[in-house]
């Protein structure tokens, strides 16, 4: 049985997340805050977005630089985030390294860090729109690293607990900010779309393909040629004329 919220807990509802550590420099400043809310938007061409208010410092440093990094601490250095969520650049000057941490410098691509994170990633910052009371702040993706930690392709979560955000406590008691990660954890390797899902896999990638294969052919075709080897394909497996529009909008951006 569900019970309905106050929608201004709706933050709360999404949490945990693990906070992007965002680092940025202009001129001789450097700054950065903890960003709970970002993700990856895009993988051709390979993007990520962070939310900022524009009363933050970091906001203030990003509209004036093109270069960025979102960077990953462990919870050994938990202690250390009210220095980087908590307080302004603007007020508490030097405050990344007043906090413990190192700031590298990435030569290739023009990008401070933090030496101390698990894995960083460098962006150029390629667009910015207002939503509400934040502004999205959009970056392509440079380059990625990460420590020992990150094996075939993986966090070890064994040897990086990474820091996760579960919100603010509220007034009139000490508000305090929750911070949590594990002790332990459970693993589960699950094969994608194995078992009975497996046809329904095959049939999505099928005509996914197939479909790409034609986009490539006729994309400069006229539109009616185009739409109507849509629609023989999308016919034979079933599926709705009115996806026509969508896969060739799937298409124009990732064929």
Not at 6 to 12: F, I
Not at 153 to 161: E, T
Not at 218 to 231: I, P
Request: net charge neutral; with cysteine; aromatic share 14%.
């Amino acid at each position: 049985m569900h019970k309905p919220i106050p929608v201004q807990y709706l933050d709360r509802l999404i949490y945990p997340v693990i906070p992007a550590f965002v680092v940025v420099s202009s001129g001789d400043r450097v700054g950065g805050l903890l960003a709970a809310w970002w993700t990856q938007l895009s993988f051709k061409p390979l993007l990520v977005g962070v939310a900022i208010a524009p009363e933050r410092y970091t906001y203030r440093l990003l509209c004036s630089s093109d270069r960025f990094s979102i960077n990953l601490v462990g919870f050994e250095y938990v202690d250390s985030m009210p220095y980087i969520g908590d307080v302004s650049e603007r007020f508490l000057k030097d405050k990344i390294r007043r906090a413990g941490f190192n700031i590298g410098w990435n030569e290739e691509y023009g990008v401070p860090y933090i030496e101390e994170a698990h894995g960083y990633i460098a962006l150029r910052l390629i667009d910015r729109r207002p939503y509400g009371d934040h502004d999205l702040f959009v970056g392509e993706v440079l380059a990625a690293y990460a420590d020992d930690a990150f094996v075939d392709g993986m966090w070890d979560l064994s040897r990086y607990r990474p820091i996760m955000y579960l919100g603010r406590t509220r007034r009139p008691a000490k508000v305090k900010r929750v911070y949590v990660t594990f002790k332990e954890f459970t693993r589960r390797d699950l094969e994608f779309a194995g078992g009975e899902l497996k046809k329904y896999s095959e049939s999505r990638y099928a005509v996914l393909n197939r479909l790409r294969n034609i986009y490539r052919k006729y994309k400069d075709a006229d539109r009616e040629v185009l739409e109507g080897k849509f629609r023989e394909v999308l016919r034979e497996y079933g599926l709705d004329d009115e996806d026509v529009k969508y896969y060739i909008e799937e298409l124009s951006r990732t064929a």
